[in-house]
């Protein structure tokens, strides 16, 4: 796999992780007489930073991947 899908995967496993956050929120408000928010509380904050670094991690690879795209572009063009 190169870069440019490495750095989609990481993407999308962000987003997962985002949206699994609220899922489980969800989940545990609905047994609860408590608002959303407090499904929130209960999740926690780790869910958030695992997806924090890996969107960070992926956009990394997809800066790179670009910027190796250019280099070869720039090397590869003859010049007259």
């Known amino acids: 796999m190169n870069k440019r899908g490495t750095g989609t995967v ?3 496993i962000a987003a997962l992780l985002y949206s699994v ?3 489980c929120a969800a989940i545990y408000g609905s047994g609860e007489s408590t608002t959303w928010i407090g499904g929130l509380d209960y999740v926690g904050y780790s869910i958030i930073a ?3 670094i890996s969107l960070v991690i992926g ?6 991947a670009e910027r190796e795209e250019r280099k070869g572009k720039d090397i590869k063009e003859p010049t007259n």
């Not at 956009?59 to 790179?64: G, K, P, R, T």
Request: proline letters at 0%; glycine letters at 0%.
């Open 21 to 23: 956050r609220y899922l």
């Open 50 to 52: 695992f997806s924090l």
């Open 59 to 64: 956009i990394v690879y997809l800066i790179s």
């Open 10 to 12: 990481f993407c999308l």
